[in-house]
């Protein structure tokens, strides 16, 4: 890990929200609703469109127009359709605030989101942190709660062991801040390993400090048929192996491996190796996608796919029911 750098705590005046976007004005609104709501409202959302042809930068001005908060919201377009990782970008280029919050334009904030990350920042005593998430709630595409998203490092000696073993770090994305300083430093987000690019960055983050969660709900992530997890799974995937591979190259002091040369390696493994790989993976996008389908009520496709998880992966689908059950009881 480099040698930490000091930074002053971050307030409210000192933080930018860049909300990602493309074609995605039915839900946008709710993101940005979220966030001017904050009980901490930060100083600026900047909305980087990445060629939406659906409305959207009327529907964005419009709002900013209607909005009577304090925050300013701007709109950045950018030319034609370059991905998700040059929206993050862009839209942090175009930020003023020395730290950098993200929210993806389907996903929703707890009114106390940034104030709770605050407090956790002013209370935190070790090491410094470099990225700053949160836990969270599944929900469908109504708004409906169906269960926790708990996910990655909760602190300091968890991600102590994450950088020992080389582990994936798991961070809900539209959770995250991080000072501007570190991300420049981690050198901003790369298309190098696909849709797996926030487990790139969160890694290469965790070079410049600690990448730490609240141990709270504080953000409402959408579960929906169309999303970029589902659409962008495999791909996905085998990025993220390719992510921990090279996590763990680097402990051991070796190059890290092309995309070409980690393809030859997963195809010359052994079949029975390769045969377990590909259908616990095959369990994951069928339990996603009958989750997903079955959430926002197309129950049969989804019970389906659902079928088919239980068959490929039958341990993550139980876990996934328990889940499931447990948040619903805790809303009695």
């Known amino acids: 890990m480099t040698a930490p750098t000091e930074l002053s705590l ?76 040059a929206a993050r970008n862009e839209g942090i280029a175009a930020a003023r605030g020395e730290w950098i919050a993200e929210c993806d334009s389907d996903d929703v904030w707890a009114p106390t989101k940034l104030q709770r ?65 570190d991300y420049l430093a981690a050198g901003r987000y790369s298309t190098e390993y696909g849709a797996a690019d926030e487990f790139d960055f969160f890694g290469r983050m965790a070079e410049q400090g600690v990448v730490v969660n609240v141990p709270e709900p504080l953000v409402y992530y959408r579960k929906r048929a169309g999303s970029m997890q589902l659409d962008l799974f495999w791909d996905k995937q085998q ?55 079955v959430v926002n009520g197309r129950r049969v496709r989804g019970g389906a796919a659902l079928l088919l998880a239980s068959v490929m992966d039958g341990a993550r689908l139980r876990a996934g029911v328990r889940n499931a059950v447990r948040a619903r009881r805790s809303r009695g």
């Open 239 to 293: 990025g993220a192996w390719r992510v921990a591979e090279n996590q763990r190259r680097r402990l051991r002091g070796e190059d890290p491996i092309s995309a070409q040369e980690f393809a030859a390696q997963l195809a010359s493994a052994p079949a029975l190796e390769r045969l377990r790989r590909r259908k616990l993976a095959a369990g994951m996008y069928y339990y996603r996608m009958g989750a997903a389908q």
């Open 10 to 85: 971050p307030d409210a005046a000192s933080i930018s929200v860049v909300v990602p976007t493309f074609n995605d004005v039915g839900r946008i609104g709710d993101a940005l609703t979220s966030i001017v709501q904050q009980t901490v409202p930060p100083a600026e959302i900047v909305v980087c469109d990445d060629g939406s042809d659906d409305g959207t930068e009327q529907f964005v001005h419009e709002f900013a127009a209607r909005s009577e908060r304090g925050t300013a919201i701007r709109y950045l377009r950018l030319p034609g359709h370059a991905g998700v990782v």
């Open 117 to 181: 990350q605050l407090e956790f920042l002013a209370a935190w005593r070790g090491q410094r942190i470099a990225l700053l998430g949160t836990h969270g709630y599944n929900m469908n595409d109504a708004k409906k709660v169906i269960s926790p998203a708990v996910m990655g490092p909760t602190s300091e000696d968890d991600y102590n062991e994450l950088r020992r073993t080389g582990g994936l770090f798991f961070v809900i994305h539209s959770s995250v801040l991080f000072p501007r300083k």
